[in-house]
């Protein structure tokens, strides 16, 4: 395997852009500079991380619900998909491809490699940032409770990998940039802005069917709602945000109902308050979703890579 | 154990025919030139070696391993030079041959091997800013990296001026001295002839030929061009010349005649002219280039090809064509 030396070589080359200092700097602004911000000049004092990081700091801006790990996973998501959707298919068009599988690399290798050397390049400025962070916390004497800030950094990774595999996944599975491009931003627009829409839309849609079959009876209230859970948490944002909320909340339930609407939240409250929640809701489920995230679009764009006459 | 064997290899792209039932194999410590018109299949072939494509019917091995599942292990021990290719704006020169040296897993300094392919100076600067005949020395760099036991050059040429195109035939020479099986392909004939031990001529997808140069030649019979400077007044009689046996024609502006024939003819030639009250001043012979020998094969559909290669490097190839453009 020399999976290790592709990545090399690709951080290697990503350093010289500066694309990855133009990375740095967002990071360094958005991850770094809001806390400073916050909590140097807007903040009570006896300030916790938890107010800004945590899930409590969801806050209504207009009209829409967001919170700051919310925002952060949608920009680190865009800024992970900008980074690896021509990872593959750039070289494969230019033909540096050609001049890398010249050498002994498999082609598990190249994606192997891709996606480790990305995601270090998307890993780095967005360490710089929770470093910047860290310091403005302390400097500001904001009270900072490292059992759930550092998770929540290893998180904040995670999702980063996930996009990054997606991006190297489709770029992989490309035939074309365009193709990529296209394809990267059709699933970045259906993963950030369009999933409540799905997570909507499908549990009333199969109620709908149900009620037209004879002899199927319509589902009830808290089996859609908790159909439209289960949707949501599919969604690699959602998991990362509702995780989040789970280091900062009292309950593996509240972190789950985080920005649900008053409906859904009595409804949900009603039918899984009482006992254990189900698997599929509880966290380490929740974390394997994202894992799979991290997995499964890597290996797809390579086993269509693998099986490409270049 | 052959370096590269192929058996019945057929590769098509939907429709498009590339190859068709290609068997062949060269020999370990051979150099092998694989020759034909652009569009003819060697590249699709050098791929199908590579695993860059896999053949649609057929056995590519290489190096005792089968093409396609031994992949690595047949890179691990081949320097490739392949067609076109790009380097890597950002990274200089060094950085390219300090990857290739990662990646097989040798040791050794990266500013030597870039001063063997001649572009030392350039070893700081980002291969970006490199001209297409320094790219190709870079490519050629890395694929010397830990002396492979099989190289395999698809138009190693291409971007290189004539004492480039030099350099490279002295390397391909020195790393055949060195016990290396070297595979390339070429549309330029020049460079062929001068460091092949066998050809193979590709054409349409199919091998039309496959010998030593000596052994095309033989084959196929062309004649070789007789050059005699003439002096005096008397005008050549090339009706007489023409009526020899082994001569196919015979022209002439005045002050050269040129005969086309068989090099056992030569001297019947010349004492005919003389007889004849011509004086002879000097002449020469060459022989069919390749270039001829490959026009018979491919056919004239070939002209790109010849084209170049008479532009390229080769003097003898010049000589000839001139040869040609005296005749009616």
């Known amino acids: 395997m020399t999976w290790d030396d592709v990545a090399h070589k690709d951080f290697r080359d990503a350093i010289r852009s500066r694309w990855l200092w133009a990375l740095s700097v967002v990071f360094v602004g958005f991850i770094g500079g809001v806390p400073a911000l916050l909590f140097g000049y807007y903040a009570p004092a006896e300030a916790s991380a938890a107010d800004l990081f945590g899930a409590a700091a969801s806050m209504p801006l207009l009209g829409l619900s967001l919170s700051y790990s919310g925002v952060l996973a949608f920009v680190i998501a865009f800024i992970a998909l900008v980074t690896s959707h021509g990872s593959i298919i750039d070289e494969r068009e230019s033909g540096t491809l050609k001049l890398l599988l010249s050498l002994p690399h498999s082609r598990l290798d190249v994606v192997a490699g891709k996606f480790a050397g990305r995601t270090v390049v998307v890993a780095v400025p967005v360490l710089a940032g929770f470093l910047v962070a860290v310091v403005a916390l302390f400097a500001t004497s904001t009270s900072v409770d490292l059992s759930t800030f550092a998770p929540q950094v290893a998180l904040t990774l995670l999702v980063a990998a996930a996009f990054v595999s997606l991006g190297v996944g489709v770029s992989a599975a490309a035939r074309s940039n365009r193709a990529a491009t296209v394809g990267i931003f059709g699933l970045y627009f259906l993963l950030a802005f369009l999933w409540s829409l799905v997570a909507r839309g499908f549990p009333s849609l199969l109620d709908a069917v149900f009620g037209r079959l004879p002899g199927v009876d319509r589902m009830a209230a808290e089996t859609i709602a908790e159909l439209r859970m289960v949707v949501k948490y599919l969604n690699p944002l959602r998991a990362y945000e509702t995780l989040v909320a789970e280091l900062y909340a009292d309950t593996a339930l509240g972190a789950r109902l985080v920005k649900a609407g008053f409906r859904e939240q009595a409804i949900l409250q009603e039918s899984l308050g009482g006992g254990a929640l189900p698997v599929y809701f509880r966290g380490w489920f929740i974390f394997l979703i994202l894992l799979a995230w991290i997995v499964v679009p890597a290996v797809l764009g390579y086993l269509s890579f693998r099986d490409a006459d270049l | ?328």
């Open chain 2, 1 to 328: 154990m052959a370096a590269i064997e192929l058996d019945g290899v057929t590769k098509r792209f939907g429709d498009v025919t590339a190859v068709q039932d290609l068997t062949f194999r060269v020999g370990e410590g051979e150099v092998f030139g694989f020759l034909g018109p652009n569009g003819a299949g060697k590249s699709t072939t050098i791929n199908m070696i590579l695993d860059f494509v896999r053949p649609t019917a057929g056995s590519v091995r290489a190096l005792g391993h089968d093409a396609q599942d031994g992949s690595v292990a047949v890179r691990r021990r081949t320097g490739v030079l392949p067609e076109g290719f790009d380097v890597y704006d950002r990274l200089t020169g060094r950085e390219h041959v300090e990857f290739a040296m990662r990646s097989k897993d040798v040791e050794a300094d990266p500013d030597a091997v870039l001063d063997r392919v001649g572009i030392a100076d350039a070893a700081d600067r980002t291969a970006g800013g490199y001209s297409k005949g320094m790219a190709q020395r870079l490519a050629l760099a890395m694929a010397l990296v830990g002396d492979p036991d099989l190289l395999i050059l698809d138009e190693p040429s291409s971007g290189l001026d004539p004492a480039g195109a030099k350099e490279m035939r002295e390397i391909v020479r020195t790393e055949a001295e060195r016990g290396a099986t070297v595979f390339f392909s070429s549309h330029v004939l020049g460079q062929v002839e001068a460091v092949c031990d066998r050809v193979g001529i590709m054409r349409e997808g199919s091998l039309v030929a496959e010998d030593s140069i000596q052994g095309l030649r033989e084959a196929i019979g062309t004649d070789s061009t007789l050059r005699i400077t003439v002096g005096g007044d008397v005008i050549p009689d090339l009706d007489a010349v023409e009526a020899l046996d082994g001569v196919s024609s015979a022209t002439t502006d005045g002050e050269t005649v040129v005969v086309s024939c068989r090099d056992d003819a030569k001297t019947t030639v010349i004492a005919t002219l003389e007889e004849d009250g011509v004086t002879v001043e000097d002449f020469e012979t060459s022989e069919a280039s390749l270039e001829d020998l490959f026009l018979a094969y491919t056919g004239d559909d070939a002209d790109e090809g010849t084209g170049a290669g008479g532009a390229a490097a080769d003097p003898t190839g010049a000589d000839d064509a001139a040869g040609s453009e005296v005749e009616p």
